[in-house]
């Protein structure tokens, strides 16, 4: 049997669901890139009230009519009460539950000069971020992390606010300006964690990857 997963078409996105499979080396798989409303509507800010399916719905949607086997999320993508028909079989540990700065200069936040403008898309970061330094700029940017570290290399923000587990991921680290304390940033709960859901008939799903997180 090979299975069909569901994934965002964005290199991390991909990458994650080959770090889950890893974990399987008996299982063929084949992955369906689906575009979420998020990843096709670029410029509506995320501290606009999108709904916190922005990312899963589109997704969630061809796993309900069973079109895909199992989808492979960011765990903090997740919305807090997911369709009923289906279920969480797994979620794994976090590879890195901290913030980083990536910035021009390689500048840490402390360092940055009065006025610097900081790209994040959350509300949290960007309250964190005024809270440390009431004098800097912030405002939203959208893309993926390869998309946000260009719009910073080409000018348009002096640092951007990223995940420290998506540049792990991707390989960027030597991009991390800072890790930044959790006593200035406190990261979502489900940072750098990844989630397996299946529809809830898929019993035999549940059983293969239930307890991935001990892996």
């Known amino acids: 049997m090979k299975l069909r997963i569901g994934s965002r078409p964005s290199k ?3 990458l994650q669901v080959k770090e889950i499979m890893s974990n399987f080396s008996d299982l063929d798989y084949e992955i369906y890139e689906i575009n979420t409303k998020g990843d096709i509507d670029k410029s509506t800010p995320l501290t606009d009230n999108v709904g916190d399916d922005f990312f899963t719905y589109d997704i969630e949607q061809e796993l309900i009519k069973k079109n895909i086997d199992l989808a492979i ?22 590879i890195s539950p901290f913030e980083c700065l990536v910035s021009k200069n390689n500048a840490k936040l402390k360092d940055l000069p009065k006025g610097a403008v900081i790209g994040t898309s959350s509300i949290k970061r960007k309250a964190a971020i005024m809270q440390f330094r009431k004098d800097i700029i912030v405002k939203d940017i959208r893309g993926n992390v390869d998309n946000r570290i260009k719009q910073l290399d080409d000018g348009l923000f002096d640092g951007i606010i990223v995940a420290h587990a998506a540049l792990i991921r991707l390989g960027y680290e030597s991009r991390i300006s800072e ?17 397996v859901q299946i529809h809830k008939d898929r019993k035999d799903l549940l059983s293969i990857f239930r307890g991935i997180d001990e892996k």
């Open 73 to 94: 999320h960011s765990a903090k993508d997740l919305e807090q009460i997911p369709p009923k028909e289906l279920l969480i079989a797994a979620t794994t540990r976090s």
């Open 179 to 195: 890790i930044i304390s959790t006593e200035i940033m406190r990261p979502h709960i489900l940072q750098g964690r990844l989630a």
């Open 12 to 14: 991390l996105a991909l």
